[in-house]
Nanobody, 120 residues
Framework: VQLVESGGGLVQAGGSLRLSCAAS????????MAWFPQAPGQEREFVAG???????YYADSVKGRFTISRDNVKNLVYLQMLTLKSEDTADYYC???????????????WGQGTQVTVSS
């Protein structure tokens, strides 16, 4: 199983980015997917998750700014991030789980992360 994130980069506060996660080696359409940013010195923290049926869940800190979506044909999951803030700076990890979305880190597979830096 491989999860490969892309789309990170440097952006000014107020800007936007779209992260992508390409999944392979698993029955993607039956997995819940999620995004977890990890800032330096901090633990990974759930920000968005999507079920196989495309029901979505968000942390309060990103509601209205971030949107998670998936393409079960291309085996991709996206995180559209708008109105970025300096506190959104982190390495963003994609995760896959057989079962329901959870805000814990109890996921079966993880990507290697993509770095997002928001300058103020």
């Amino acid at each position: 199983v491989q999860l490969v994130e892309s789309g990170g980069g440097l952006v000014q506060a107020g800007g936007s980015l779209r992260l992508s996660c390409a999944a392979s080696g698993l029955s993607f359409s039956s997995y819940a997917m999620a995004w977890f940013p990890q800032a330096p010195g901090q633990e990974r923290e759930f920000v968005a998750g999507i079920t196989w049926r495309a029901n979505t869940y968000y942390a309060d800190s990103v509601k209205g700014r971030f949107t998670i979506s998936r393409d079960n044909v291309k085996n991709l999951v996206y995180l559209q991030m708008l109105t970025l803030k300096s506190e959104d700076t982190a390495d963003y990890y994609c995760a896959a789980r057989s079962g329901v979305v959870t805000s814990t880190t109890n996921y079966d597979y993880w990507g290697q992360g993509t770095q997002v830096t928001v300058s103020s």
